[in-house]
Antibody
Framework: QVQLVQSGAEVYESGASVKVSCKAS????????ISWVRQAPGQGLEWMGWISAYNGNTNYAQKVQGRVTMTTDTSTSTGYMELRSLRSDDTAVYYCARVTSFDILTGYYADYWGQGTLVTVSS | DIQMTQSPSSLSASVGDRVTITCRAS??????LNWYQQKPGKVPKLLIY???SLQSGVPSRFSGSGSGTDFTLTISSLQPDDFATYYC?????????FGPGTKVDI
């Protein structure tokens, strides 16, 4: 069965960097995208960006552009999201999700999600 | 960026009620609209993709419709397990923005 297992919760000082991992299993890793979505406490879902596990192409949201890097390791079927220069408003649960390849009839959608990783930034 | 709005932001309903949630995009997204359900402290779950396609394993009381800029999610007969927050998301143009959510409670 498809599973996405993320790294554990951590606390960081303001200005530090975090790297969250997302290990995939149960499907052909390179046939999908890995998207990252975050959710601040009590808030809605925010799309941060995605990476093609096939060719490594990325697309980032403007809000985190310049501070975020998404990568994959196809040898271990793992995706990574690094966020630098952390500040208090980066405190959130970070989710990875498997996103389907484009189909003109259905577009893209995230059909499996990791369990989430709580990143707390303390000032 | 494409802006997504949802209405209402919250609603109270009873078991057995028919519930309709509306999602509107700031520009046409054809049918590239997904719906997710999230319960408190839990992971979002895909319900509907491409505006009206039911994800495998999702009960048939959930349905979606719409195209262009206006979309709806309907729960035909609300069940106790359906009390949650529902988000729409467009996948027409990156960034794939989410709506602000609609909380459905008792």
């Amino acid at each position: 069965q498809v599973q996405l297992v993320q790294s554990g919760a951590e606390v960081y000082e303001s200005g530090a960097s975090v790297k969250v991992s997302c290990k995939a299993s149960g499907y052909t890793f390179t046939s999908y995208y890995i998207s990252w979505v975050r959710q601040a406490p009590g808030q809605g879902l925010e799309w941060m960006g995605w990476i093609s596990a096939y060719n490594g192409n990325t697309n980032y949201a403007q809000k985190v552009q310049g501070r975020v890097t998404m990568t994959t390791d196809t040898s271990t079927s793992t995706g990574y999201m690094e966020l630098r220069s952390l500040r208090s408003d980066d405190t959130a649960v970070y989710y990875c999700a498997r996103v389907t390849s484009f189909d003109i009839l259905t577009g893209y959608y995230a059909d499996y999600w990791g369990q989430g990783t709580l990143v707390t930034v303390s000032s | 960026d494409i802006q997504m709005t949802q209405s209402p932001s919250s609603l109270s309903a009873s078991v057995g009620d028919r519930v309709t949630i509306t999602c509107r995009a700031s520009q046409s997204i054809t049918n590239y609209l997904n719906w997710y359900q999230q319960k408190p402290g839990k992971v979002p779950k895909l319900l509907i993709y491409a505006a009206s396609s039911l994800q495998s394993g999702v009960p048939s009381r959930f349905s979606g419709s719409g195209s262009g800029t206006d979309f709806t999610l309907t729960i035909s007969s609300l069940q106790p397990d359906d009390f949650a927050t529902y988000y729409c998301q467009q996948s027409h143009t990156t960034p794939f923005t989410f709506g602000p959510g609609t909380k459905v409670d008792i």
